[in-house]
C-alpha cells in the first residue's frame, strides 16, 4: 500500500515518477504499481458489492483488509 500511495502522492504533487517508484518486484517479477492500485480497487469494490456490511462500517472493513494482507490472503 506504500508504494500505491508514494505513487499517487508523486503524481498528484507533480513530481517525476523515478523506475524505481513504478514497479514492485513480488516474487521476482517486476510489476507496474499502477496495475497492482487498479487491481486492489477492483478487488476492493467487488469484496464490498458481495459484503455489503462493511459499507456502514469503515473500520471494520480497513480491519479486515490489514488482517487479510498480514495473513497474506
Known amino acids: 500500500m506504500k508504494k ?7 503524481v498528484v504533487h507533480g ?4 523506475d524505481k517508484d513504478k514497479y514492485l518486484e ?9 496495475k497492482i492500485a487498479v487491481d486492489f480497487l477492483r478487488y476492493t469494490l467487488l469484496f464490498v458489492l458481495h459484503n455489503p456490511e462493511y459499507l456502514d462500517d469503515a473500520k471494520k472493513f480497513d480491519e479486515f483488509i490489514d488482517l487479510t494482507i498480514s495473513e497474506g490472503k
Open 4 to 10: 500505491i500511495y508514494n505513487y499517487r502522492s508523486t
Open 15 to 18: 513530481g517525476t515518477l523515478k
Open 26 to 34: 513480488i516474487g521476482g517479477l517486476k510489476i507496474e504499481v499502477e
